[in-house]
Nanobody, 123 residues
Framework: QVQLVESGGGLVQPGGSLRLSCAASGFTFGGYAMNWYRQAPGQERELVAGITSAGGSTNYADSVKGRFTISRDNAKNTVYLQMNSLKPEDTAVYYC????????????????WGQGTQVTVSS
């Protein structure tokens, strides 16, 4: 059974930090690129950050560059999002996403989504 379980969300003051985690199971984690998306109330889901299957390349939305860092530990089947200098506009539900990056992974399935974790930035 495929699972992506996000954790680490919560309420934080502007300027604070949070570290989100996404634990994967039920598929070959190392064969998938991983992304973090977010969705604020009344807005479309947007890509925040992505990392390739081996972790050699990352990309970020302009709005989070220099503040957020995505990383992964393939031995632990986990992807992280370190969020620093948080702003009220970062308030959203954050979702973990797995996209097949190899031929074998594409055969097995995906993309997959987690259930999301709420991040609220407010004083």
């Amino acid at each position: 059974q495929v699972q992506l379980v996000e954790s680490g969300g919560g309420l934080v003051q502007p300027g604070g930090s949070l570290r989100l985690s996404c634990a994967a199971s039920g598929f070959t984690f190392g064969g998938y690129a991983m992304n973090w998306y977010r969705q604020a109330p009344g807005q479309e889901r947007e890509l925040v950050a992505g990392i390739t299957s081996a972790g050699g390349s990352t990309n970020y939305a302009d709005s989070v560059k220099g503040r957020f860092t995505i990383s992964r530990d393939n031995a632990k089947n986990t992807v992280y999002l370190q969020m620093n200098s948080l702003k009220p506009e970062d308030t959203a539900v954050y979702y973990c996403n797995a996209v097949p990056a190899t031929f074998a992974a594409r055969i097995k399935g995906g993309p997959y989504w987690g259930q999301g974790t709420q991040v609220t930035v407010s004083s």
